[in-house]
């Protein structure tokens, strides 16, 4: 019984980490200036979003082009904050930002 005391003791006062690593590809990559911004409030929901618009200047998503508009909403106090009038390039999937980073043209 005392074994048992003490094993469990030690073992609830270690700290225990974990670390989960998943990989999930995000297929759609866009190239985009932001143009504008507009937050979005509702009754219906206790979150304040943002729309931010984009102007596309490089993209493989099959129902985008050059130069379409692209609009992203996000949470206004999420992790993510653009600034109007960089270029970023968005790794999305199903419409869901998986990475940003800013653009810089390449020589």
Request: with cysteine; net charge positive; proline share 4%.
């Amino acid at each position: 019984m005392k074994r048992l005391f003490f094993f469990l003791l030690i073992l609830f006062n270690h700290p225990v980490f974990s670390t989960l690593k998943v990989t999930i590809p995000c297929p759609d990559q866009l190239i985009a200036k932001l143009t504008g911004q507009r937050d979005i409030s509702s009754q219906e929901s206790q979150h304040v979003y943002t729309n931010y618009d984009f102007q596309v200047v490089k993209t493989n998503m099959a129902n985008l082009s050059t130069g379409n508009s692209y609009t992203l909403k996000l949470l206004k106090y999420g992790p993510l904050n653009f600034i109007r009038g960089l270029t970023y390039k968005l790794s999305l999937r199903n419409g869901l930002v998986c990475d940003v980073t800013t653009y810089e043209k390449e020589n």
